[in-house]
Protein backbone atom coordinates (compact mmCIF):
# COMPACT_ATOMS: atom_id res chain seq x y z
CA UNK A 1 0.00 0.00 0.00
CA UNK A 2 1.36 3.48 -1.07
CA UNK A 3 2.14 6.31 1.97
CA UNK A 4 -0.99 8.28 2.36
CA UNK A 5 0.04 11.68 1.70
CA UNK A 6 -3.10 14.09 2.45
CA UNK A 7 -4.04 15.66 5.63
CA UNK A 8 -5.95 12.97 7.54
CA UNK A 9 -7.93 14.09 10.77
CA UNK A 10 -6.69 15.18 13.96
CA UNK A 11 -10.36 13.96 16.45
CA UNK A 12 -10.83 15.56 19.74
CA UNK A 13 -12.90 14.37 22.56
CA UNK A 14 -15.98 15.99 21.13
CA UNK A 15 -15.43 14.64 17.72
CA UNK A 16 -13.63 11.24 17.90
CA UNK A 17 -17.60 9.38 17.48
CA UNK A 18 -17.93 10.87 14.76
CA UNK A 19 -14.10 9.24 13.30
CA UNK A 20 -14.84 6.05 15.28
CA UNK A 21 -18.44 5.10 13.75
CA UNK A 22 -17.02 6.41 10.21
CA UNK A 23 -13.99 3.68 10.92
CA UNK A 24 -17.25 1.43 11.49
CA UNK A 25 -18.61 2.65 8.19
CA UNK A 26 -21.37 4.26 9.81
CA UNK A 27 -22.71 7.65 9.89
CA UNK A 28 -23.39 9.12 12.93
CA UNK A 29 -24.10 13.22 13.98
CA UNK A 30 -25.21 14.51 17.72
CA UNK A 31 -29.18 15.04 18.37
CA UNK A 32 -30.19 17.27 21.26
CA UNK A 33 -32.32 15.63 23.51
CA UNK A 34 -33.38 19.06 24.62
CA UNK A 35 -34.97 20.70 21.03
CA UNK A 36 -34.37 17.40 18.70
CA UNK A 37 -32.19 19.03 15.75
CA UNK A 38 -29.31 17.32 14.65
CA UNK A 39 -26.39 19.00 14.48
CA UNK A 40 -22.80 19.20 12.29
CA UNK A 41 -20.32 19.70 13.16
CA UNK A 42 -19.60 17.60 16.50
CA UNK A 43 -19.64 20.43 19.76
CA UNK A 44 -20.25 20.48 23.27
CA UNK A 45 -23.43 22.87 23.24
CA UNK A 46 -26.30 22.70 21.17
CA UNK A 47 -25.85 25.79 18.69
CA UNK A 48 -30.46 26.23 18.88
CA UNK A 49 -31.11 25.89 21.74
CA UNK A 50 -27.52 25.60 24.36
CA UNK A 51 -28.39 22.38 25.82
CA UNK A 52 -25.52 20.25 26.41
CA UNK A 53 -27.46 16.91 26.41
CA UNK A 54 -26.13 15.54 22.87
CA UNK A 55 -26.41 11.95 21.67
CA UNK A 56 -24.83 10.18 19.19
CA UNK A 57 -27.50 8.90 16.37
CA UNK A 58 -27.18 6.65 13.42
CA UNK A 59 -28.30 8.53 10.66
CA UNK A 60 -29.55 7.75 7.08
CA UNK A 61 -26.60 9.02 4.90
CA UNK A 62 -28.74 10.35 2.36
CA UNK A 63 -28.71 13.61 0.91
CA UNK A 64 -28.28 16.84 -1.80
CA UNK A 65 -25.79 18.61 -2.78
CA UNK A 66 -26.28 22.16 -1.20
CA UNK A 67 -23.30 23.52 -3.16
CA UNK A 68 -20.12 22.38 -4.54
CA UNK A 69 -17.17 23.74 -6.91
CA UNK A 70 -14.09 21.59 -8.84
CA UNK A 71 -10.90 22.14 -7.51
CA UNK A 72 -8.24 22.07 -9.91
CA UNK A 73 -5.51 24.01 -8.90
CA UNK A 74 -4.93 22.21 -5.77
CA UNK A 75 -3.16 24.14 -2.37
CA UNK A 76 -0.96 20.68 -1.37
CA UNK A 77 1.00 18.97 -3.55
CA UNK A 78 -0.85 15.04 -2.74
CA UNK A 79 -4.19 16.45 -4.17
CA UNK A 80 -2.73 15.72 -8.52
CA UNK A 81 -6.22 15.29 -9.39
CA UNK A 82 -9.13 17.41 -9.95
CA UNK A 83 -12.25 16.78 -7.46
CA UNK A 84 -15.01 18.24 -5.84
CA UNK A 85 -15.07 19.56 -2.87
CA UNK A 86 -19.14 19.98 -1.79
CA UNK A 87 -21.64 21.20 1.19
CA UNK A 88 -24.37 18.15 1.16
CA UNK A 89 -27.39 18.92 3.18
CA UNK A 90 -28.12 15.68 4.70
CA UNK A 91 -32.02 14.07 5.50
CA UNK A 92 -31.69 15.08 8.50
CA UNK A 93 -30.92 18.75 8.15
CA UNK A 94 -27.11 19.35 9.04
CA UNK A 95 -24.54 20.71 6.23
CA UNK A 96 -21.21 18.95 5.90
CA UNK A 97 -18.76 19.68 3.97
CA UNK A 98 -16.89 16.92 1.98
CA UNK A 99 -16.16 15.37 -1.51
CA UNK A 100 -18.06 14.03 -4.05
CA UNK A 101 -17.04 10.74 -5.53
CA UNK A 102 -17.55 11.40 -9.07
CA UNK A 103 -16.90 12.86 -12.09
CA UNK A 104 -16.71 16.64 -11.53
CA UNK A 105 -19.25 17.44 -14.69
CA UNK A 106 -21.81 14.89 -13.17
CA UNK A 107 -22.17 17.00 -10.02
CA UNK A 108 -24.81 19.68 -9.71
CA UNK A 109 -26.92 21.28 -6.86
CA UNK A 110 -29.53 19.42 -5.70
CA UNK A 111 -27.79 15.78 -6.87
CA UNK A 112 -29.04 13.30 -4.82
CA UNK A 113 -26.15 11.56 -2.61
CA UNK A 114 -25.83 8.88 -0.84
CA UNK A 115 -22.27 8.49 2.15
CA UNK A 116 -19.75 7.17 0.86
CA UNK A 117 -16.60 5.66 3.19
CA UNK A 118 -13.03 5.79 1.93
CA UNK A 119 -10.76 3.99 4.03
CA UNK A 120 -7.97 5.95 3.03
CA UNK A 121 -4.93 4.50 5.80
CA UNK A 122 -6.07 1.54 8.85
CA UNK A 123 -6.79 4.04 10.89
CA UNK A 124 -8.72 6.74 9.13
CA UNK A 125 -12.02 6.34 7.02
CA UNK A 126 -12.93 9.83 5.59
CA UNK A 127 -17.08 10.24 5.15
CA UNK A 128 -17.61 11.59 1.40
CA UNK A 129 -20.39 11.18 -0.73
CA UNK A 130 -21.38 8.97 -4.38
CA UNK A 131 -24.34 10.12 -6.36
CA UNK A 132 -27.52 8.02 -4.94
ZN1 LIG B 1 -30.99 21.93 21.16
Redesign the pocket.
Known sequence: MSEYLKPLPKPSPTSRPFWDAARRHELKLQR?A??G?FIFYPRTR?P??F?DQLEWRAVSGRGKVYSYTVVRRASHRAFTDPYVLAIVELEEGPRMTTNIVAAPESVRVDLPVVVHFDDVTPENTLVKFKPA
Open positions: CGCKCYCG
